[in-house]
């Protein structure tokens, strides 16, 4: 059998085939590459924003906190305008245990907290944290800040960053003084849970 020899024309498709190959692998890699940079750079109010709606599902209030069982779900925002946006933006068309989920964008620390299930406290109130949070217990409704050791100032939940990445703590104690039930799915992804009275 004589040797094989390849002609031109076989490198000129063995070589485009190549290039094509490579050109795929080329872009799947760049977008591997975008999919984790979207990850890394995702703003950290995009992320308390999904966390907070993704709360709402974990949290049992006491018997009385609705009107009716298809009454909505209402979330209060203070000083964290873009924490509100982002939440209009998430929640229409997705109930949260069958209520419709409404946000209320709150102007001042003296707001009543009145018809609110849920309150979101951003950084800027810190100041009014205590304050808050001990009217919203007396209220059953679910605190959510983001202060260095909110948790401790009677909030129910308070974001954290730990090496980049927002994590939340989370109060027993709070909740139990304002009559909120926690699934333990919820404290089982928490980075540190406060425990409440035995």
Excluded at 109 to 117: A, F, K, N, Q, V
Excluded at 184 to 198: D, E, F, T
């Amino acid at each position: 059998m004589p040797p094989f020899r390849a002609g031109s024309g076989y490198l000129l498709r063995v070589g485009k085939a190549v290039r094509v190959l490579l050109a795929a692998l080329l872009c799947a890699s760049s977008l591997m590459t975008r999919a984790v940079e979207d990850r890394i750079e995702r703003p950290e109010n995009e992320i308390k924003a999904a966390f907070l709606y993704k709360f709402l599902g974990f949290v049992e209030w006491p018997a009385g906190a609705f009107a009716s069982p298809a009454a909505p779900l209402v979330v209060g925002v203070i000083g964290s305008d873009d924490i509100a946006a982002r939440l209009q933006q998430m929640v229409p068309g997705h109930p949260v245990l069958g209520h419709p989920v409404v946000i209320r964008n709150l102007k001042s620390h003296g707001e009543s907290l009145e018809g609110l299930h849920a309150l979101y406290i951003g950084r800027s109130e810190n100041a009014w944290l205590d304050n808050l949070a001990e009217r919203a217990q007396q209220l059953s409704v679910l605190t959510v800040a983001e202060a260095t050791d909110g948790i401790d100032y009677g909030c129910v939940i308070n974001f954290l960053l730990d090496e980049g990445r927002v994590r939340f703590d989370v109060s027993m104690e709070a909740a139990q003084l304002g009559k909120l039930t926690l699934s333990s799915r919820l404290l089982a992804v928490a980075h540190r849970v406060k425990s409440g009275a035995r």
